[in-house]
């Protein structure tokens, strides 16, 4: 779609209305002619010719023209916004059926018009809704730039927080040394750990990550160590472990602190002799490997409590690199929404969706205890879930709209408004009514808890004919 102003005339924006009105073309050619490159057509086929060509910036369809049924026009309406999640869609009709009116809104019409239509007016609408369009899409253009500008290898961010783990990767990233990743769940601790692989010596090297919570503990040593043929009763065949077959490159270690003492003192045995026996094996194997742990837990409460070793603490603690939780990294929520809603959208081969104004900001809003993984989860969902290209805060799950601040404003004040005397009525009501009922019906009592003198208080109860006269 062109990013140019309607009134420009070095790059028009090209509209098609498609009607068999014929009272509609003249009227078109008077107001809209002079401003856009316009075509009318008088049936379906001719605007899938046209778009085969080149999608039009705005379409106008006239439901009553398509197929037999109202149904149809819908379907036809549905289809073109498929096609075109930027597209300024216009519904046009003869009917006044509400019904109607709300099913193009469901198919995500920007505008809707009832003949007899005035087209003085839908110039001035097609114009403010072209460059309502051209403005998201410069500014979707600008997030997407901004993305590629404040993102590290696959680490999405621009906040300071980030940039600091940016530097933290850098520094460390050439050099031989461990690295002890520490961060919540969710945050992205594997993504760090290929990061500092992928800019240092070893980016070539075989790359292994265990994820130590994940195994069982009658697992998690012959996955670590390997074993010899023989070793247990379903050892049929010699098999490395994982040590082993990071050989020549790095071995990432996640969730470290879910390893027992038995196997951290195996451990730490590897990480000072850099040597590595199987089990049910004599031979000790020479190993060359880059060691990088993460965890989410507080080892040093862990090495206090007797249930991580300190000597392995120390270590495995060489060069720590804090990820921050996504809540306290300011301003990323954006970022990471225009990442994830275009991968998932084109991994999907869903047309790119974009978020309600109020979506986003309820979105930033939000602590996030799941952090950068519960976003993703999120968007995700909602790419697979919500039928249109405009995602609103109706999609949103429960607990994101009872938490947002955002939301309750929406439920306080709804997008039709509210009349507002009748609301604080309802309200000076319900107080009345409370206060008299726990003081017995007195009067006097109520006029006490609500704190408001007796006048004022027969008064209100006289206006809502509240209580005895």
Partial sequence: MRTASPRSDAARFAVAIVTTDERVSPEAETYLAPDYDLRVLQTWDELLALIKRELPDAIFLDIDTIGEHSKDGIAALTELRALGPDLVLVGLTRSNSRNLRLQAVAATVDEYFVAPINFEEVRGVLHRALEKR??????????????????????????????????????????????????????????????????????????????????????????????????????????????????????????????????????????????????????????????????????EEMVRAGRFREDLYYRINVVPIALPALRDRPGDVPLLLN???RFYCASNNVPLKRLEPEVMQILEEDAWPGNVRELENLVQRLVLMVDGPVIKVQHLPQRLLYSSTTSQEALLIPEGGVNFDQEIAKIEVAYLTAALRRSEGSKIGAARLLQVDKQKMHYLCRKYGIGKA
């Fill in 339 to 341: 990442h994830f809603l």
């Fill in 134 to 299: 051209t403005l998201e899409i410069e500014c979707r253009q600008r997030q997407s730039e901004q993305t590629q500008q404040e993102s590290f290898c696959d680490l999405i961010g621009g906040s300071e927080s980030m940039r600091n783990v940016y530097d933290a990767i850098s520094r460390v990233a050439e050099s031989t040394s461990t690295v002890l990743i520490r961060g919540e769940s969710g945050t992205g601790k594997e993504l760090v750990a290929r990061a500092v692989v992928a800019l240092g010596p070893r980016a070539q090297k075989p790359f292994v990550s265990i994820n130590c919570a994940a195994l069982p503990e009658n697992l998690i040593e012959t996955e670590l160590f390997g074993h010899e043929k023989g070793a247990f009763t379903d050892a049929g065949a010699a098999r490395p472990g994982h040590i082993e077959l990071a050989n020549t490159g790095t071995l990432l270690l996640d969730e470290i602190a879910t390893l027992g003492l038995a196997l951290q003192s195996k451990l730490l045995r590897v990480l000072e002799d850099r040597v590595v026996t199987r089990i049910g094996g004599q031979n000790a194997r020479k190993i060359d490997f880059r060691l990088i742990a993460a965890t989410n837990e507080d080892l």
